[in-house]
């Protein structure tokens, strides 16, 4: 069964973003974009909120054909290109969308039937929103989280409104040069 895997740059405090979604705090470089496009190469799926989709899609479509394209840009274009992309939206109609699938309802069992099809692992690309909806309906099977070193004090929190109680398991860390650790988890199911 294919597994949704939460990806999100968090503070040391638990926030995603600021009070006004701001996340110019995150800490992203080389050695983060490479280490991030190893894993990110073997999937073939991204999981989008609605609001991270849009700002997806207004930027990586593109990115790699700029002139000034960096590396990562240029990788990073090619696999979201490539990577069938699922949104969590009740507005966006799928008829516009290549290489999209469109939830607007029946979110548990819509991803349920999804993780039993053939396939990598799905990463769920930030999208606090869409993160809290998955939590409450239990589908999210890991947390590949990077911890940045700030303090935000006040933001929106990656764990919000938690029912139950959810055993992690610790799969692997890595610290970088910038301070940044990567924390990799796997939800254990009973």
Known sequence: MRKIIS????????????????????????????????????TDAALYGRATYDM????????????????????HSKWYNEAHKIVLSKTL???DLSNTTIISN???DTLNEIKQQAGSEILLFGSPTATHALIQENLIDGYWLFVNPIILGQ?????????????????STRQFTSGVTELNYIVERP
């Not at 933001?155 to 799969?171: C, E, H, R, S, Y």
């Open 93 to 95: 109609k799928e008829a």
């Open 155 to 171: 933001g929106i929190p990656l764990f919000a409104n938690i029912k139950d109680k959810t055993k992690l398991k610790l799969v």
């Open 7 to 42: 990806f999100m740059h968090i503070s040391l405090d638990g926030f995603v973003a600021g009070l006004n979604r701001e996340m110019n705090w995150i800490k992203v470089d080389e050695e983060i974009f490479d280490h991030v496009g190893k894993r990110i190469s073997g």
């Open 106 to 108: 029946n979110l548990s």
């Open 56 to 75: 997806m899609e207004n930027y990586w479509p593109e990115a790699g054909k700029k002139p000034n394209a960096s590396k990562h840009d240029i990788e």
